[in-house]
């Protein structure tokens, strides 16, 4: 009887891990665009899931593929949204690739700054989109200082129970 | 041997981020025109999954915990059409005493805002109708409380409307007893409640009270008369002091509404025939609307009054 080599079965784990890892992703996507509008109408301070798609695969890959996940993710967000066509391209580029590039300064495997990051990616993602979208400097404290803000938290919130459930599959290990 | 392999993948990463910038730069740089049109075509193709799952999971939100509403809405406007059933009948003959033709009334088709979790969704918001309903560039976009805005792109089963809350909106107004006119458009600086409009172009002799209702003007061809778009809540005056400005208080709010109706525009409407290069520009003709399409409503002939 023929026992796989290490090397294979090496191989066939990192395949595994990265097919939760989209598995975890499919999930999201779909509480974006089924779960979330079948259940609840979408105000103000809605948790962004396209955004902890975004920062969770950022935190896993090297700045520039972070950049081209953000290029995808903005393209969504433009092409549902075209308020302005390119600013949310803009907006996730620069948040995937800060992501990502963050990630070599600090240790994410903390629950806190995981929540941290999640909280500053989608506030930074907002501020940068109302910039771009050409938001007035007077109806920018409003949307920045109070509307921004509070998406951001519902964001944090919900990625925060998001990586404690899939803890496991995402590898992300969680220190008290 | 690690450093120049290290290296390399820094300088790919670079590149990488450099080539997306460059991308976004290109994005931000279209024509609106052109970033419409790309949008549309990619809504009816790569995305289309994507639109046709958040349309489903609108209608099976409306149909689990909306029905309710849905049936009060529909009581509430059938004992108001019972009750106006009488002066209809007596404003049409008024009318053919005078000899003023028919109103013209505008079809409508019902349509369901497909919102994202951005900041800009109020801005331009996406619909689950298109040119397949009958839906065209420059149809207005209401609810049953007031204005929201007009139809900007439109692809055969997704449309784009700009809202009263993007920069761009402007719209001709006036007093609901038409003695005051001018034109609306976003106030520059929003309350925390939400954003605001303006009236402006109102002459200083022109006053108008605090609750004051305001209406479309139906001046421009996009949005017809009498469209109710909200309540001035305050006055101001223009930095030169030229004109007042009124704060107007929408009583609409795109992003909070979640079902509109798109006014469809009349069958014998000048007003998409004078801009054939705008049209042409901006969308896509639209395929014949089928004969036993039930979700538009046919207009009546208009019969010539004696």
Not at chain 2, 160 to 178: E, H, I
Not at chain 2, 243 to 251: N, Q, T, Y
Request: charged share 20%; with cysteine.
């Amino acid at each position: 009887m023929r026992t796989a080599r290490p090397t294979d079965r090496r191989r066939r784990s990192r395949k595994g891990d990265r097919m939760r890892v989209v598995a975890v992703m499919v999930l999201l996507l779909l509480l974006e665009f089924y779960l979330r509008p079948a259940l609840v109408e979408i105000r103000h301070g809605a948790p962004d899931f396209m955004m902890l798609v975004l920062l969770l695969l950022a935190i896993r890959r090297s700045p520039g593929v972070a950049a081209v996940i953000g290029l995808v993710i903005g393209l969504v967000i433009d092409v549902l949204t075209p308020a302005h066509f390119g600013a949310g391209i803009l907006a996730s580029v620069l948040v995937g690739w800060g992501a990502a590039w963050g990630r070599s300064l600090f240790f994410a495997d903390n629950l806190m700054v995981n929540a941290a990051l999640f909280f500053i990616g989608t506030w930074v993602r907002d501020v940068l989109l109302l910039v771009f979208s050409g938001t007035s400097l007077k109806a920018m404290p409003t949307e920045a200082l109070v509307w921004a803000p509070l998406q951001s938290l519902s964001t944090a919130i919900v990625g925060v129970a998001v990586v404690i459930v899939f803890r496991d599959w995402l590898a992300i290990r969680i220190e008290a | 041997m690690r450093e120049p392999a290290a290296r390399q993948a820094a300088r790919s990463d670079v590149l990488l981020f450099a080539g997306c910038i460059g991308l976004a730069l290109t994005a931000l740089a279209l024509p609106r025109s052109w970033a419409l049109a790309f949008a549309a075509s990619l809504r009816q193709t790569a995305f289309r999954p994507v639109v046709a799952l958040q349309s489903r999971a609108g209608l099976d939100r409306t149909s689990r915990f909306d029905l309710e509403q849905v049936r009060h809405s529909h009581d509430s406007l059938a004992l108001l059409v019972q009750q106006q059933a009488a002066l209809r009948l007596e404003n049409e003959n008024l009318r053919g005493l005078i000899g003023v033709r028919a109103r013209l009334a505008n079809p409508i088709v019902s349509a369901e805002i497909l919102h994202q979790p951005t900041p800009t969704d109020a801005r331009m918001i996406l619909l689950d109708v298109g040119t397949a309903n009958g839906v065209r560039i420059f149809d207005p976009v209401v609810t049953a409380d007031g204005l929201i805005g007009s139809i900007v792109s439109a692809g055969p089963h997704s449309s784009n409307a700009l809202t009263w809350v993007n920069p761009d909106f402007a719209a001709s107004a006036m007093t609901a007893d038409g003695r005051v006119r001018g034109f609306v458009h976003p106030a520059t600086a929003s309350r925390a409640s939400g954003p605001m409009l303006e009236l402006h172009g109102v002459a200083l002799r022109d006053s108008l009270a605090i609750g004051t209702t305001v209406m479309t003007a139906g001046a421009g061809g996009v949005y017809p008369i009498g469209i109710p778009i909200g309540r001035v809540v305050s006055v101001g005056k223009e930095e030169n002091g030229y004109d007042r400005i009124f704060r107007v208080l929408p009583f609409a709010y795109p992003g909070n509404a979640s079902h509109v109706l798109v006014l469809v525009t009349p069958r014998d409407s000048i007003f998409p025939k004078a801009l054939p290069a705008i049209r042409d520009s901006m969308v896509r003709k639209p395929p014949p609307v089928p004969p036993h399409d039930s979700s538009v409503p046919k207009l009546a002939p208009e019969t010539p009054r004696p």
